[in-house]
């Protein structure tokens, strides 16, 4: 999947976050599960930093049904503070962002609630997904009567029931895309990310 946009500074809290080196290559034969993984990079040595990258899918309005499925493999556990995976779809003046983050310090699940902007536990675990190994991870989601309904999360086929409505947030656009973020712990501690079968489904 090409055409992928990013951003270091704007990951951060309030969109003013540090700005770290950070990198994307596509195409990688290892390690990959088809051959063309895309291998994701953060460095630096600025505590808590963060990497943004998202690819835009053109607008769909008529969607409001999505399964975000993809594999992640990735090499140092201790240096991440979380991994991020957030759909995003702005419709009728309004966006509704699906973020989901394994926040690995806090040993759990996180969902965002979009007109709070704030993340909130959920309290599935996911201390720290095995390294060095594939990860896959489906995420379920849906845009319900006006609100964001996290459905579930299935990582490594254990699936978890997540049910929680959130309010979206006043838009100006039409969007709909999907997302990735690596989020730096204290000790700033470089790390990578490979991510493979990246796939959006939106009925």
Not at 70 to 94: C, I, K, T, W
Not at 106 to 126: E, L, R, Y
């Amino acid at each position: 999947m090409s055409g992928w946009s990013n951003c270091g500074a704007c990951a951060g809290e309030g969109g003013n976050g540090p700005t770290v080196p950070y990198s994307m290559t596509q195409d990688v034969s290892s390690p990959s599960l088809d051959g063309k993984s895309a291998h994701f990079w953060i460095g630096g040595n600025t505590p808590y930093a963060n990497a943004l990258w998202w690819k835009q899918l053109g607008a769909n309005a008529n969607a409001s049904h999505f399964v975000y499925d993809l594999y992640f493999y990735y090499d140092n556990p201790d240096a991440v503070q979380a991994l991020e995976f957030d759909g995003n779809q702005s419709v009728g003046g309004m966006k509704y962002i699906f973020g989901h983050q394994c926040n690995v310090a806090a040993g759990q699940w996180d969902v965002w609630d979009t007109a709070g902007a704030a993340w909130i536990h959920t309290g599935i675990s996911c201390s720290a997904p095995p390294a060095h190994t594939w990860n896959h991870l489906v995420l379920e989601y849906e845009r319900l009567n006006g609100q964001i309904h996290f459905i579930a999360i299935t990582l490594n086929g254990n699936k978890s029931e997540v049910d929680r409505y959130y309010s979206p947030k006043s838009s100006g656009v039409n969007e709909l895309n999907v997302a990735f973020q690596m989020d730096e712990t204290s000790h700033a501690t470089n790390y990578d990310v490979w991510l493979d079968k990246v796939t959006l489904i939106a009925w």
